[in-house]
């Protein structure tokens, strides 16, 4: 009975041949059905221009609002192949991951066109803008992109630069408290945003932290960046350490976004949020609208 | 008088042979997207959806959940405790611990293989050497002492694995997360399903014929032995195969649970006791199981959920509803 | 010692030694055989090596010195299967672990006789229902084995035991765990299968009375080694029994000539300590 059973579990197999590449239209210059399985290159892709051609995004993809109404193909880390497949896209593009690696390798067996590029320091993020628009044929709309954010950067870097550094401290999570080292974007975005990181250099993006080392590095200023998007900080998290001078002069603020730290099109306006919080007096910080 | 007779035997059997072939329909016919099989004859993407995905898929889920199950009939035969499962001498614990540290470190491929699933049975494999050492003395191996060390070896590996997710950077953290979950891997091949079956079918043939030394191994072991049983030699090779088999299911997809543990208590349940049945039925019945949960976990509305959480929440209330009935033990 | 060879010996154990770990024996130089169609049973105190002695004539154990022979041959030789097909053993107890009924156990019994994979020919199923009826278990076949009472399994284990076509049956305290009837009527069975079927049945136990008046003959073993070893009459005396079990008794004689032995308690001081390994 068993035989029987895997005799026929064996003819279903064999009339599955291995991949084909028929379902892949070549990606030329211009195609038509684009599908992110990253936010940041969702947020890329409309960008640069390219957002009427989006077919499919991650359930995580939120900005821009547009996005939001695109049909959903799985997690940050888990592409639903199956639902991908059947958007019949042109090409796939995202950020590589370890988690996403398999179902990527299975989308390229099956034949499909899929770009990954990795994104995960500012420099990463310039060549994945660069080669994201290349591949969709918006180079156009990827250069200016660019230039964009090497102009805000170009921008507060040079007006911080003459300024005293006061100490920061950024973190992206409570229980346990992850901050941010140097080596990291948001460690990067606050030396140009003229602070100084109270993490030192390591070899980790994000290094684990406790009250009692916050206390001891005595940070004048605390970026939060735990309520992703949600603009309502969690004063009372901090507030009862007054030792720590950012507490105690009310500089604790909560980052109204994860752009802050997230590598992504809008860095630029995300370095103008944090120098706004390390230099108000020379950065203005408002809700900035929609750029 | 009540007893196996071959008329039932190929009765059951069928029965639940049929049921994988229906399960397999149902497993192809439904998912996260709405491809339907009858639409894959026409259409070059619904064709690759569920061929070349959700076809995979199931008989990878076939082979991983009858593997499972019938690793759990021989733990619970040889150790003559109801509550064992696959896991219990400490595979599911090396394995993770074996997984973990390959995604820590980031270990490459070898020789061909994946890092992590490799790593995994490589934890397997370390951990059932040091189990059957420690609790073994000489060729007698003791049940109850396997039982012991095996529980405190996956404690320790729990311990360890959640050491290393203290110290793992944070990005790291999801990929973990998701193996130990358990689920039937996304890349799936012809090749792997292919190479698990075939490990499967080695393992399976190798205990099956045992049928009649795990029936005697209920009266106890003096009691089997008197009856003419070698059962320090049937131990012997139920433990290893049944230990290298479930290794192998924990390198593919990552301790899945309930399989083990349930599916071989509803057989029992459904059609006795007696090992001759009830191993090769485990093996068509855990298919089901886990094929079952795998499509259900596919087609969750809101999102693919891991089918380990699946087969928890099939398994549990059905295993809870058992012991009402009392068929779990005397 | 025994008794003269009117009786084939079934079973010989010359010499016989062994310990569970080195330098403690539990059993020293014994001698003993088993003989056809004759209950024989074995007695002393707890630790007195009884339980290992039988599962060494079972061939459970092996022993470090001496040897033991099954009708001729060494069972050291013998395969497991072969000696299964001659010597049954019913345990003390059965913890039965899955939901098997009595006659699937029975049916068990049959295992030396079948091949690797299990499959039971008319002929075994035969053998058990003849086994079920002897042991008068036949209308319990049906019922799964852990639901039994005590009286009900043992005699289901005795069913299985014969099954197995045995020429030597070895019971280890067959009635500890028994109310009276219930070890009244094993007893029973026992017996007539000795007399009808000239079965060799060893019968370890504590209730000498009991042994008096069932078996053939009684061993006595304490400190591992055979003390006594004859007919009840001869064996069981006031002596005897205080030099093994360190009690003072004596011996009543009923009406019917059964005789029974008493604990003295009419104060003859602490009795001697017998001191076991």
Same mark, same amino acid.
């Given at each position: ?291 | ?20 072939? /229906?399960? &397999? @329909? ?6 996260? $997207?709405? #491809?339907?099989?009858? +639409?894959?004859? =026409?259409?070059? %993407? ?75 049975? /490589?934890? &397997? @494999? ?6 059957? $050492?420690? #609790?073994?003395?000489? +060729?007698?191996? =003791?049940?109850? %002492? ?77 009691? &089997? ?106 | ?277």
């Amino acid at each position: 009975m068993l035989a029987a059973l895997f005799v026929s579990a064996a003819i279903v197999e064999r009339s599955s041949p291995p991949a084909r590449s028929d379902l892949a239209t070549t990606a030329g210059a211009r195609p038509g059905r684009l599908v992110s399985i990253t936010p940041a290159t969702t947020e890329i892709l409309f960008a640069i221009g390219a957002g009427d051609r989006v077919v499919g995004v991650t359930r995580y993809c939120d900005w821009p609002p547009e996005a939001k109404a695109l049909p959903r193909i799985g997690e940050f880390n888990r592409p639903d192949v199956e639902a991908i497949v059947a958007l019949r896209p042109d090409l796939i593009l995202g950020t590589p991951s370890p988690a996403n690696r398999p179902a990527v390798e299975k989308l390229q067996s099956l034949g499909l066109a899929v770009a990954v590029h990795k994104a995960s320091t500012i420099d990463e993020l310039k060549s994945a803008i660069a080669a994201v628009g290349r591949a969709t044929g918006e180079e156009a709309g990827a250069r200016r992109l660019l230039l964009e954010i090497t102009r805000s950067f170009r921008d507060v870097a040079e007006r911080a630069k003459p300024l005293k550094r006061p100490k920061v401290l950024f973190v992206v999570s409570h229980d346990p408290i992850y901050a941010a080292s140097p080596g990291s974007i948001p460690g990067r975005l606050i030396e140009l945003a003229g602070g100084r990181n109270v993490v030192g250099d390591s070899k980790t993006e994000y290094v684990p932290f406790t009250i009692e080392q916050a206390i001891a590095a005595a940070p004048e200023v605390i970026i939060d960046a735990t309520a992703m998007g949600d603009v309502k900080a969690n004063p009372g998290y901090w507030a009862r350490w007054r030792d720590i001078p950012a507490v105690r002069d009310g500089r604790v603020h909560a980052a109204s976004g994860d752009y802050v730290y997230l590598p992504g099109p809008r860095i630029g306006r995300g370095l103008r949020e944090i120098a706004g919080l390390i230099h108000p007096e020379v950065f203005v910080r408002g809700r900035e609208g929609a750029e | 008088m009540k007893r196996l007779t071959p008329a039932k035997w190929i009765g059951v059997m069928a029965a639940l042979a049929a049921g994988v072939a /229906a399960i &397999a @329909l149902v497993g192809t016919a439904v998912g996260s $997207s709405g #491809a339907r099989p009858w +639409s894959a004859l =026409s259409d070059e %993407t619904a064709f690759t959806i569920v061929f070349k995905y959700r076809l995979l898929k199931v008989l990878l889920a076939v082979a991983v959940g009858g593997s499972l199950a019938v690793c759990g009939v021989t733990f619970q035969a040889l150790l003559r405790n109801p509550l064992a499962d696959p896991y219990i001498l400490g595979v599911s614990g090396g394995a993770s611990f074996g997984a973990m540290v390959a995604i820590w470190v980031g270990l490459p491929a070898v020789l061909g293989f994946p890092a992590v699933p490799a790593a995994a049975f /490589a934890g &397997a @494999l370390g951990t059932i050497f040091l189990v059957y $050492s420690v #609790a073994g003395r000489g +060729s007698r191996v =003791s049940p109850h %002492t396997l039982l012991l060390v095996g529980v405190i070896a996956n404690a320790f590996f729990a311990a360890g694995v959640k050491f290393i997710w203290s110290r793992a950077a944070f990005t790291k953290r999801d990929e973990m997360v998701n193996w130990i979950m358990g689920e039937l891997p996304e890349n799936i091949s012809l090749t792997t399903v292919a190479a698990f079956a075939a490990v499967s079918l080695l393992g399976v043939l190798v205990m099956i014929p045992r049928a009649k030394a795990f029936n005697l191994m209920s009266l106890g072991e003096d009691a &089997a032995s008197s009856l003419g049983e070698d059962v320090e030699r049937t131990k012997l090779v139920g433990f290893f195969a049944a230990s290298l088999l479930t290794a192998a299911a924990v390198a593919v997809s990552g301790p899945i649970g309930f399989v083990g543990l349930v599916v071989p208590h509803l057989l029992r349940l459904a059609f006795g006791p007696d090992h001759r049945l009830l191993l090769p039925a485990s093996v068509l019945g855990g298919g089901i199981f886990l094929a079952l949960a795998d499509a259900v976990a596919r087609s969750a509305p809101g999102g693919a959920l891991p089918v380990g959480v699946v087969t928890a929440v099939l398994g549990c209330p059905f295993f809870l509803y058992l012991l009402k009935r009392g068929g779990v033990s005397g | 010692m025994s008794p003269a060879g009117t009786r084939a010996a079934v079973i010989e154990a010359t010499g016989v030694g062994f310990g569970y770990r080195a330098g403690a024996p539990v059993l020293r130089g014994v001698d003993f055989s088993l003989h056809a169609g004759e209950m024989t049973a074995l007695v002393g105190p707890n630790g007195s090596g009884k339980s290992t002695l039988l599962k060494i004539l079972a061939g459970l154990l092996t022993a470090d010195a001496g040897a033991v022979r099954l009708e001729g041959e060494e069972l050291a030789g013998l395969s497991r299967r072969e000696v299964a097909r001659r010597v049954a053993v019913v345990p003390q107890e059965t913890q039965i672990s899955l939901s098997f009924t009595v006659g699937e156990m029975v049916l068990m019994g049959r295992s030396p006789y079948i091949g690797y994979l299990g499959i039971e020919a008319r002929a075994d199923v035969a053998a058990s229902r003849e086994a079920m009826e002897r042991a008068d278990v036949w209308q319990l076949r049906d019922r799964l084995v852990w639901d039994l009472s005590g009286g009900e399994k043992q005699r289901a284990v005795i069913a299985r035991a014969l099954a197995q076509e045995p020429r030597v049956m070895l019971l280890d305290e067959p009635t500890t765990f028994l109310d009276l009837r219930h070890q009244v009527e094993v007893y029973a069975i026992i017996s007539s299968l000795v007399r009808s079927s000239g079965l060799a049945v060893l019968v370890v136990g504590h209730d000498i009375n009991m042994a008096a008046r069932h078996c053939d003959r009684v061993v006595m073993l304490s400190g591992g080694a055979v003390r006594a070893d004859g007919a009840p009459a001869e064996v069981l005396t006031p002596e005897s029994i205080r030099e093994v079990f360190g009690l003072p008794a004596r011996i009543e004689t009923l009406s019917d000539g059964t005789r029974l032995v008493v604990h003295d308690s009419a104060g003859q001081g602490p009795p001697p300590v017998e001191a076991n390994s």
